[in-house]
């Protein structure tokens, strides 16, 4: 994650729809500064285009829910600053040895930051919701991040090993910091999903994704 030098904020009191929205808006922001970070390390030009451009895209991203912010009277800018610091300090605490470490902590944490904004978005008003949620599932990292880890697991097994244990870690930092938020933002709770609900979509997005790169939950 980023912000790692924001203050955490105060308990926050808004309403559930809004404070979605910020949040959404919000890792929006976090996607792309990670891949503009990500693309500084990689270790090809073609591949640090490809991470720029996701990071481009993940602009576009911001600038949709905010344009589903303004059809609610609200601007996204101002819901997402309400986030800021809510993430902690999960770059300073896992700092990648190597490329593989990196990409992997950027495909789980990630991926895990989409889950989360995935079941609150699903609580939404439909007319809201779907649009939300077709933003949050937009990109293509995933797969590119399959496709570079994916044989190098297969053919190596002490890398194997080595990134199962650097992937749990990620997991579980991941998944404490964002039921974190829920304690920070009680309106997130408003929704259909209860904390237990969320834990356990958190849990299952990381088994299928360390499973998807053939690493041992």
Request: net charge negative; proline share 5%; with cysteine.
């Amino acid at each position: 994650m980023t912000d790692a030098s924001s203050p955490a904020p105060a308990r926050q009191s808004t309403g559930y729809v809004p404070a979605v929205l910020g949040v959404v808006a919000y890792a929006a922001t976090v996607a792309s500064i990670r891949h503009a970070k990500d693309s500084d390390k990689a270790p090809s030009m073609a591949l640090r285009v490809d991470l720029l451009r996701m990071a481009a895209h993940r602009v576009d991203s911001f600038a949709k829910v905010d344009s589903l912010c303004a059809q609610q009277g609200w601007q996204a800018a101002s819901l997402a600053d309400l986030f800021r610091g809510s993430l902690g300090d999960f770059d300073e605490r896992l700092r990648p040895a190597d490329w593989a470490e990196r990409l992997l902590k950027t495909y789980l944490s990630l991926g895990l930051l989409s889950d989360f904004c995935q079941a609150l978005a699903s609580g939404a008003p439909e007319d809201l919701g779907g649009p939300l949620s077709q933003v949050v599932g937009e990109g293509s990292f995933e797969s590119l991040a399959v496709a570079q880890l994916l044989p190098g697991i297969e053919a190596d097994p002490q890398l194997a090993g080595r990134l199962g244990l650097w992937g749990r870690r990620v997991v579980g930092e991941e998944i404490g910091t964002l039921l974190g938020v829920l304690a920070t933002f009680p309106s997130l709770l408003e929704g259909p999903a209860d904390r237990e609900d969320l834990h356990e979509t958190l849990s299952q997005g990381a088994v299928r994704r360390m499973r998807g790169i053939g690493l041992r939950v």
